[in-house]
Structures are given as C-alpha cells and as structure tokens.
C-alpha cells in the first residue's frame, strides 16, 4: 500500500511538472482578457478571450447604464460564439438602437460564459465612461458642478462655472431648489460639434439635459456667452428641479417644470412676452389643465405654452412666495397629482388655478384706461 500511496504522488508531480491537468483541478471557463473601447457617439464595443478545458458553448453580456432608477435594471446580450475551448467574441452596444447616452454616462458590464461540462463563469462587474474622446478636454469643478471644456480657455470655463452657480443661487432664492447630486456640463465649441455628439438630435436645439444621467451637454462660442449663461440658468434648473422632485410615481405638470427653467433665465426674450399679449388679447389662452401634458410641436402653440409657462410661475412666486413654491415641489416629490398638490399648498386645483391666473394675466395686459373729456386725455 505504501508503494502505491508513493506512484500516485509521483504521478501528481509529474503532471505538475510538465503542465498536463491533473484530473482533480479545477475545471471550467478562464478569462484571457475582457475589454471595452468607445466609439463615440455610435457604439460601444466589448471583447473578450476566454478558455475552458471544455468547449465554451454560451457567452452573455450583462450590462447595466449608472443613471438614476428605482429598480436594478440590467440588459444582457447573446454572444455568438462557436464552440471551441479557447474562443475570441465581439459585441457592440449599438446607441442607434437606444436612443444614445450622453457623454460622461457610466456603463458597468460583465460577463456570463458557459462550457458544453455545464461549468459556468460569472465575472466580476467592470466599468466604461463612455467619453467623447474626440475631443481633449479641460475641467473645472466647483461644489457639485464639473464642467468640461475643449476651446475657450480658463477665462471662458470660469464664466461658464460663474454663470452657474449663479443660477444655482437665484433658483434657491426663488423656489428654495437646490442641487443634491453632482452635475457634469459638457460645453461643445459650437453647436455642430454638440449635434454631432447626440444621437438623432432636434437641428434648432442649441442645449440638452439629461435629467436622469445629471448631465448638461450645450454648444457655445465664447462671443455668444451672454446666451449661454441663460440656456445654462434655464437647464440647470430642469436638473436640480428634477433632483429635488424625482420619484416613482409622477412627473412634474410640464407648464411648472419649463416655467422655472425659463424663471431661471431672468429677462425673457421679446417674442415671449408678445406671444403671451397677443392671446391674452385674442382670447386665446391655452388651459394650465392642457399645459400639464408636453407641449405641442407648431411653434406657433409652443413658444405660446413657454410664455404661459413663464407667467404662471411668476404669478404663483410674486403672489405667494418662495416658500410655498419649495413647498409645492416638496409634495410633488412624494407623488401626488396635479390637483392634489395645488390643494394642498395653495387650497385651488389646477382649474381654480386657471381662473385666478387668466385674471392676473389679462390685468397686466390690459390697456391704458384715460380720463373722458380732458384734452390731451391723461392715463391713470
């Protein structure tokens, strides 16, 4: 017996030796290698070699997008694979087929490998910034705020980051909304380079926000920074506003949402105000009830519904204060309805709110009153 209890550990050393798999080790699946590479804005493409002393016959990858949620939600991909015991796969994430991801977005990935033994492999989770790599960009970061730049200097990066945390400041003021979580702002040289880093954008859109990633991508010049600062003041707001009301219930009314963000802005363009004056005149004013859904494509009715917007929003915050306006997005966040949240706050529903507001509205617009009989007719 003690022979044989010495032939099989030799037999053991001899295989060590030499590199032949002793029948005891550890079968299954092996990572060679496991790669990600960004093709920005098309794709994202993972690789991978793998071995197994047995044919690998079923690869998957599981993926996940890092963005705001309320459940874990992960995708996986089927690998095509031919069977054999070292195997070299592709497969690309293709944006087309998503909808895209702005810069900045995080990806965490991994894989799943099977072999024809039925041992399996599950890899520990790696992680891609899908970065617009066609540009060499700069940083700034000021309290929560990055901003990422390619063209401009610091000089310009600076007054972006002024502008900003201006912003930030005045919407605390306005509406008592602040940014609880980092946000990324990536400022493009122009607006054709922007365009050209989103997946099947609008042509006329000049600044994105992507509430959920906590991500601002805009074109600007720096000789047009004075209306950066306001695209910036207005999209911010869409950010923080969406970081304060967030949950799994609701959304935000869209009048309330765009008429803080153009709030935010400070002075409005011309063609607001006029677009505002002439239904108010016509009698042609859309319902806050119609408001609440997202607006209409005609520009016409749109650039209308932003100006309706605005002046609800400054109706409610000059007439009942700060307070009550952080008030009411404290509600909105905890899910309620449109009709319940005004109540709650204001003690009107969205229709009571129409009236009171029709009423305000059509005072300001309302035309110079004279004085009958007297020469030259003085206005009072």
Known sequence: MKKLGLVFISLILITSILGIPAVYAQAGPVVVTSAAKVDFPLNLNFSLSAKSSADIVDIRLRYSVEQESYADV???????VTPAQSVDVTWSLDMRRIGGLPPGTTVHYWWVIRDA??????????????????????????????IYWYNGGTKFAAEVMSAAQESLTKLNSDTGAKLTEPLKIY????????LNALIFPYEWTGAVTFPPYN????????????WGKS????????VAVHQVTANPYSYLPTWLDEGLAMYSEGLIDVSISTALMKAVKANSLISIRSLASPFSALSDLAILS??????????????????KMLEL??????GSNYDDALNTVYGFNIDGLNTLWRDYVMEQFQPARTVAGLVGAATY
Not at 231 to 238: P, R
Not at 329 to 334: A, E, I, K, N, R
């Open 74 to 80: 992960i995708s996986e991909a089927f690998v095509t």
């Open 187 to 194: 400022v493009y040289a122009s607006t054709q380079d922007m």
């Open 231 to 238: 695209t910036i003041a207005h999209e911010l707001t869409h």
């Open 215 to 226: 991500i601002i991508v805009i074109g600007l010049e720096p000789e047009y920074i004075d």
């Open 117 to 146: 033994a039925g041992e399996k492999l599950e890899t520990s989770p790696a992680s891609v910034t899908f970065a617009d790599n066609r540009h060499n960009w700069d940083e700034l970061t000021e309290s929560l705020i990055t």
């Open 306 to 323: 932003y100006a309706e917007s605005f002046s609800i929003v400054d109706y409610l915050i000059s007439t009942y204060g700060q307070e």
């Open 329 to 334: 997005l404290t509600v909105f966040s905890h």
